[in-house]
């Protein structure tokens, strides 16, 4: 206990000398600080500034590789070789008028009166169309004479969104003269030889100009002409139409429709004829870029007789289309009615029965653009006629034309067109049609068919005011049947036409017109001799409403 408390009082005394040691060795004349250290130091960050100097592109040497595709501004028209008409003047404008009303007048030698007339009414929505035109003249020839006058109200108005009804009235009345006779053998009076038909037609439609929600296309219309003449001969026509598109997608397409045309004839003598076609069309569409097909079969109804007609058609694109290759199979009926034959040759006589002709048609060529503004088409097949309408000469005087139905007429047929197109300053196109008359069933040969036609047609605007127009004519003559009921064939033909426009002011233009320069003496028409050269002007007014 003793050893214990004195080792407690040695180390407290160790203690307490240590602490005044340490007492007496510290500096008492400098100041008391003190020393912080630390890692941390603040920072205020940098402003963000904008930067208004815009950096330099870096150079590419590089040049961008652009593909333009831009279709060609052309018309494809299949060719339809002109009908020909010894007495009809080929006029009319060297281009299209862009005012809205225009009247055109004239005169010529032979005592030639023309006047033409469009005008123009309503909105950009709704408009009201009318047109008038006349022609007449006095050939050298005893009775050569003729004149045509019609006169058409044509109107369109929507009636919804993309919905458009549209209608037609039209009057016509033609007169001719038959002066197709030997006349130092008749001497016939103009109340005698008088031809005069006249056409009361009108026409109503309406069609969508944009495909429904369902994808469907349609034009229904309704068309009815009563047609007559001056030796109370009368025929009334009506014909329904009710066509039907659908496509599925942009490839697969549906066409489905039914037609329907009635003609009934009352002649002046005897019993009245009905004369009626109804087909009901249907046909399947494959469209794409290279190809396009159109296969359909149509269910005919020839006045209670059935025919199945067949329409298949097909184009393939071989090269951009520059070459594409046409192929087909098609059929159809050329109605028989007496306003029909009298457009074909006005110097028939009333017609005594109506056939209405089915065209069978088979078909293989190319057709193509090449170079931007040159078109052609070419076809070679054969074309099969069925009561097909001829006219031959009547066995009294000849002035008058007798239809006979050829029962089945078989040809060769070659079809071409040609087209050069630069824009609306020049236009050249050239077709041909030649077809070699074969077999036949019931008439020895193809009275009055032309076998070989060709005709040209150019529109060049020469300077800015000037127009030049010129079309030629060129045929191979048709059979005919002589007064003993011979054989004999017309001379061939040829026929060129000018014409030229020159513009006087904004308004008012100078015209010329030159018919048949050759002065050929040819016939279309056994007995009817055409107009020698002919000449004629005038002027032109056009104007805004």
């Known amino acids: 206990m003793t050893n214990q408390r004195l080792y407690i009082v040695l180390i407290f005394g160790s203690s307490l000398f240590l602490s005044a040691a340490m007492v007496?060795?510290?500096?008492?004349s400098k100041k008391q600080t003190i020393d912080i250290t630390s890692a941390f130091k603040p920072v205020l960050r940098n402003a963000a500034k904008i930067n208004f100097d815009a950096s330099s592109p870096l150079p590419d040497s590089s040049r961008p590789k652009l593909n333009y595709n831009i279709p060609v501004q052309n018309l494809f028209l299949s060719y339809q070789p002109i009908s020909l008409k010894p007495l009809a003047l080929q006029i009319d404008s060297s281009s299209a008028w862009a005012s809205s009303n225009y009247v055109k007048v004239g005169f010529g030698n032979l005592r030639t009166a023309y006047l033409q007339s469009g005008f123009s009414f309503g909105t950009e929505k709704a408009k009201l169309n009318i047109l008038a035109n006349h022609i007449s003249s006095n050939g050298k020839i005893e009775n050569q004479d003729y004149s045509v006058t019609n006169f058409t109200l044509h109107g369109f108005t929507p009636v919804a969104e993309?919905?458009?009804?549209?209608?037609?009235?039209?009057?016509?009345?033609?007169?001719y003269y038959l002066y197709g006779y030997d006349h130092s053998l008749h001497n016939f009076s103009k109340s005698q030889v008088?031809?005069?038909?006249?056409?009361?037609?009108?026409?109503?439609?309406?069609?969508?100009?944009a495909p429904t929600e369902f994808g469907l296309r349609y034009h229904p219309k309704l068309n009815i002409s009563v047609f007559n003449d001056n030796r109370k001969n009368a025929e009334s026509n009506a014909v329904l139409d009710l066509p039907l598109e659908k496509?599925?997608?942009?490839?697969?397409?549906?066409?489905?429709?039914?037609?329907?045309?009635?003609?009934?004839y009352n002649p002046s003598v005897g019993n009245s004829i009905t004369n009626t076609i109804i087909t009901v069309p249907f046909a399947l569409l494959f469209k794409t870029p290279n190809f396009n097909a159109h296969g359909g079969i149509t269910p005919s109804w020839d006045n209670s007789s059935f025919n199945l007609l067949p329409n298949l058609m097909a184009d393939v694109n071989l090269s951009e289309d520059k070459w594409v290759f046409q192929v087909g199979w098609i059929s159809y009926y050329d109605k028989g009615s007496y306003q029909r034959f009298a457009s074909v040759n006005p110097y028939l006589a009333a017609p005594t029965q109506l056939l209405n002709t089915r065209v069978v048609e088979k078909y293989a060529g190319f057709k193509g653009t090449i170079a931007d503004h040159f078109t052609y088409n070419a076809r070679i097949g054969s074309v099969q006629y069925n009561n097909m309408p001829l006219f031959v000469n009547d066995s009294v005087d000849g002035k008058t034309f007798a239809i006979r139905y050829e029962q089945q007429l078989k040809a060769f047929q070659l079809q071409g067109e040609l087209g050069i197109i630069e824009a609306e300053n020049f236009s050249?196109?050239?077709?041909?049609?030649?077809?070699?008359?074969?077999?036949?069933?019931?008439?020895?040969?193809?009275?009055?068919?032309v076998p070989i036609e060709l005709n040209t047609s150019l529109r060049w605007q020469l300077i800015k005011d000037l127009w030049l127009k010129g079309d030629f004519f060129l045929w191979s003559g048709p059979r005919y049947r002589t007064k003993t009921g011979g054989?004999?064939?017309?001379?061939?033909?040829?026929?060129?036409?000018?014409?030229?426009?020159?513009?006087?002011?904004?308004?008012?233009?100078?015209?010329a017109q030159f018919n048949n320069i050759f002065n050929s003496r040819y016939q279309r028409w056994n007995q009817y001799e055409s107009y020698g050269f002919n000449l004629l002007g005038g002027i032109v007014y056009s104007f805004n409403q």
Request: glycine content about 10%; cysteine-free.
């Open 24 to 28: 007496v060795a510290q500096d008492t």
């Open 162 to 175: 993309n919905v458009e009804l549209h209608g037609k009235f039209r009057v016509a009345q033609d007169r």
């Open 194 to 209: 008088l031809q005069r038909f006249q056409t009361f037609s009108a026409e109503a439609g309406i069609r969508n100009l």
């Open 247 to 264: 496509f599925i997608g942009d490839i697969y397409g549906i066409k489905l429709g039914a037609n329907a045309s009635l003609t009934r």
């Open 428 to 449: 050249l196109h050239a077709g041909l049609d030649f077809k070699n008359f074969g077999t036949q069933k019931t008439e020895p040969r193809a009275w009055g068919l």
């Open 487 to 511: 054989i004999d064939r017309l001379k061939g033909a040829s026929d060129l036409n000018a014409g030229l426009e020159f513009r006087i002011t904004k308004q008012l233009r100078l015209w």
